[in-house]
Nanobody
Framework: QLQLVESGGGLVQPGGSLRLSCVASGFTSDYDAMGWFRRAPGKEHEVVACIDANDGTTYYPDSVKGRFTISRDDAENTVYLQMNNLKPEDTGIYYC???????????????????WGQGTQVNVSS
């Protein structure tokens, strides 16, 4: 059974950086996209980064563009989210997920067969 385990969250001051990691254990070749969603307090989930596993196409919403970078290490079955110049509004629970379609994630959605990690908390506060 495919499982995703995130790590790297924590408390950071505004302007600081964090690097989230997501390790996949199990059979991943059925999934064509990897992404990170976040759920901020009182808000719906929001995609903050996604990548097409076939051609490396990435997407970032305007709220994080230029500050967040998604990358992957296929040999280690790991996807990363580098977050720089963090702001208080970046606070939330960050979830890694795999989906069969890049376009689901690109449009802030996910398929029924998407696999989610357990989430890691990010707090940006002085």
């Amino acid at each position: 059974q495919l499982q995703l385990v995130e790590s790297g969250g924590g408390l950071v001051q505004p302007g600081g950086s964090l690097r989230l990691s997501c390790v996949a254990s199990g059979f991943t070749s059925d999934y064509d996209a990897m992404g990170w969603f976040r759920r901020a307090p009182g808000k719906e989930h929001e995609v903050v980064a996604c990548i097409d596993a076939n051609d490396g196409t990435t997407y970032y919403p305007d709220s994080v563009k230029g500050r967040f970078t998604i990358s992957r290490d296929d040999a280690e079955n790991t996807v990363y989210l580098q977050m720089n110049n963090l702001k208080p509004e970046d606070t939330g629970i960050y979830y890694c997920l795999l989906d069969r379609s890049y376009w689901n994630l690109r449009f802030n959605d996910y398929g029924r067969s998407a696999v989610w990690g357990q989430g890691t908390q990010v707090n940006v506060s002085s």
